[in-house]
C-alpha cells in the first residue's frame, strides 16, 4: 500500500517548470561566420589565425574557473552573465572596423561560451531529478548542440552572403538577450556554497595550464611536429596542470574535484567523448576541405553537404534515452562507438573500390552521426550521473573540456598526418620553388595556385592535388577510426554490467 503514495510524493517534487528550461537552455547554440570577414578587414595571415583559435583559447582556458563560480555565485546567475557576455562581444564585432576588435570580441565570446556550458548542464540536473527525464533531458540538449554545430555554418553562411558577415554576429544579441530575459523568469537558482577562501592559486594554474595546452595542441597543427613554439606550450602544459591537479587533492573545498576520474564510469565516459572528438573534429576538417578544394564546392554549399551527419545525431541522440531504458548502457555506448568506427572507416573502404563520391560520402557522415548521437548522448548521461550533486559543474566543466580539446588535438594531430600523406602523395608538378612550396604547404594554397594560374594548366594542378589530397584524407580517416574502436574496447572491457543511469538511487 505504501509505493502509490511514494510515487505521487515523487512526482510532486518535480519541478513544473522544468521542460521550459529546457528550451531556455537549448536556445544557447550561437555561431560566427568567418569567410568574408577576411575580405572586409583584410587581417594579416596570424591575425586570420587569432581570429579563429581564440575563441577555443578563452573557453578551454575559463572553463574551470567558471563552472567553480558557477557553485558559489549560482548557476543561473552565472549563466545570464555569460550570455551578458555574449551579446556585449558580438556588439563589439558588429561594430569593429579593425582585426584587432574582432579578436578582443572572439575573446570575449569564449569568456562568455565558458560560462554558459557547464552552467545549462549543472541547470538540468539540478531541475530534472527523475533520472528518466533526465536522460532524455540531457539527449535534447545534446542533439541540440550538436545539429547546431553543423547547422549554424549553413545558417551564417546564408546570412553572410546576403548581409554581410556582420549580421552572423548580430543574429548572436536578439537570441541572448531573450534566453536572459526568460532565464529570469523561470529558470531556478542553484549552487553549491563552497566553505574556506577562493583559492586563486588554482584558478592561475588552471587557466595557465588549458591556455597553454589548447594553444599547443593548435600550434601542434599549424607548424607540425618539428615546431618548437608548440612543444614549449605543451611542456607549460604539463608542468602547470601537473601543479593544479596535486593542489586539487590537497584541498578540502578543491575548484574542481580531480577524483572524479577515479569513478570508472566517468572517467571512461569522459574518455569515449574524448577520443570520439579526436575523430570527429579531424573527419568534419578534413572532408570540408576536400568538399571545397577537392569538389570544387562554396564554403556553403559544402555545408550543406555535412548536413547527413547532424541530420543522424539529431535522430539517435533523441531515441538513445529508450534504448537506455532497456539494454546495458555498456552495450549501447560500445555499438554508437563501434557506428563510429564504421562510418570512419566506409570512405577508405569506398576509395579502395573505386566508388568515392558524394553519395558514398553522404553515407559515412549519416552512419557516423548516428553513431556520435548514441556514443555522445550515452557518455554525457552516464558522466553527469556518475558525478555527485555538489560537484555537477565541475563534471560538466570537464565534459565541456572533453569536448573542445578532443576536436582541437583531432585537427592538430590527424589533420598534420593527413597533409603529411597529401604531400607524399604530390607528383612532379613542373612548378618553380614559389609555387612548389605554396601547393605543398596546403590544399587550400594549392586550389588558390590553380585559381590564380587558370586555364587547362589550373584545372590540371587541381585535379592532381585534389587526387593527393584524396590519397591522404582516406588513410587518415581509417587511422581516425581506430580511435572510437579503442574506446569501445574500454567500455566493453570496464563499465560495469549494471550500470543504469536512467534509473533513480533507492
Avoid at 552552467?119 to 542533439?143: C, N, P
Avoid at 545539429?147 to 554576429?169: H, I, T, Y
Avoid at 553549491?192 to 601542434?220: C, F, N, T, Y
Avoid at 592538430?412 to 597529401?422: K, R, T
Wanted: glycine share 10%; charged share 10%; aromatic share 8%.
Amino acid at each position: 500500500m505504501h509505493p502509490a503514495p511514494a510515487r505521487q510524493d515523487t512526482r510532486a517534487q518535480l519541478d513544473p517548470r522544468r521542460w521550459a528550461v529546457l528550451a531556455i537552455l537549448s536556445g544557447s547554440l550561437l555561431n560566427v561566420a568567418f569567410p568574408s570577414l577576411v575580405a572586409d578587414l583584410q587581417p594579416s595571415s596570424v591575425q586570420q589565425l587569432w581570429i579563429i583559435d581564440v575563441y577555443a583559447l578563452a573557453l578551454s582556458g575559463v572553463l574551470v574557473t567558471a563552472g567553480a563560480l558557477g557553485d558559489r555565485w549560482g548557476r543561473k546567475r552565472m549563466l545570464l552573465i555569460g550570455f551578458g557576455v555574449f551579446a556585449l562581444a558580438s556588439l563589439i564585432a558588429v561594430f569593429a572596423t579593425a582585426p584587432w576588435q574582432v579578436i578582443a570580441a572572439r575573446a570575449l565570446l569564449g569568456v562568455g561560451g565558458a560560462a554558459i556550458m557547464p552552467s545549462t548542464l549543472s541547470i538540468l540536473r539540478h531541475v530534472f531529478t527523475d533520472a528518466r527525464e533526465r536522460a532524455l533531458a540531457y539527449a535534447v540538449w545534446a542533439a541540440v548542440f550538436g545539429g547546431g554545430m553543423a547547422l549554424g555554418p549553413v545558417v551564417g553562411g546564408l546570412l553572410v552572403e546576403k548581409n554581410g558577415w556582420q549580421s552572423a554576429f548580430l543574429l548572436n544579441v536578439p537570441v541572448a538577450l531573450a534566453v536572459i530575459a526568460f532565464g529570469l523568469w523561470l529558470l531556478p537558482e542553484s549552487r553549491q556554497p563552497r566553505e574556506g577562501r577562493w583559492d586563486w592559486w588554482g584558478v592561475g594554474q588552471s587557466v595557465v595550464g588549458m591556455l597553454a595546452l589548447a594553444g599547443g595542441i593548435k600550434q601542434l597543427g599549424k607548424g607540425g611536429p618539428a615546431d618548437p613554439v608548440a612543444w614549449t606550450l605543451l611542456a607549460l602544459a604539463a608542468v602547470a596542470l601537473t601543479v593544479f591537479v596535486r593542489r586539487q587533492l590537497r584541498l578540502a573545498q578543491p575548484l574542481l574535484r580531480v577524483r572524479l576520474f577515479a569513478s570508472r564510469s566517468f572517467s571512461i565516459a569522459a574518455a569515449a567523448i574524448f577520443l570520439g572528438m579526436i575523430a570527429l573534429g579531424s573527419a568534419l576538417f578534413l572532408i570540408t576541405q576536400w568538399f571545397q578544394y577537392g569538389e570544387g564546392y562554396t564554403p556553403l554549399e559544402a555545408g550543406i553537404r555535412l548536413l547527413p551527419a547532424p541530420l543522424g545525431l539529431v535522430v539517435t541522440s533523441l531515441v538513445t534515452p529508450t534504448l537506455m531504458h532497456r539494454l546495458p548502457i555498456r552495450h549501447i555506448l560500445g555499438g554508437g562507438l563501434l557506428m563510429m568506427t564504421a562510418g570512419l572507416a566506409l570512405p577508405w573502404i569506398f576509395q579502395q573500390t573505386g566508388t568515392l563520391g558524394y553519395p558514398s560520402v553522404a553515407f559515412a557522415l549519416a552512419v557516423l552521426g548516428c553513431g556520435v548521437g548514441i556514443a555522445t548522448t550515452v557518455a554525457s548521461v552516464t558522466l553527469m550521473a556518475s558525478a555527485p550533486a555538489r560537484d555537477v559543474s565541475g563534471a560538466a566543466a570537464i565534459e565541456e573540456t572533453c569536448y573542445e580539446l578532443g576536436a582541437a588535438m583531432g585537427v592538430a594531430i590527424l589533420g598534420s598526418v593527413a597533409s603529411a600523406l597529401y604531400r607524399a602523395h604530390l607528383p612532379e608538378l613542373g612548378l618553380d620553388g614559389a609555387q612548389t612550396a605554396a601547393v605543398r604547404d596546403s590544399v587550400g594554397e594549392a586550389a588558390h595556385l590553380a585559381g590564380q594560374t587558370g586555364g587547362p594548366a589550373g584545372a590540371a594542378l587541381l585535379e592532381k592535388v585534389s587526387e593527393a589530397f584524396t590519397a591522404g584524407m582516406t588513410p587518415t580517416f581509417l587511422l581516425a577510426a581506430v580511435l572510437p574502436l579503442a574506446a569501445a574496447a574500454l567500455t566493453w572491457a570496464k563499465i560495469p554490467k549494471d550500470l543504469r543511469p536512467t534509473e533513480n538511487a533507492h
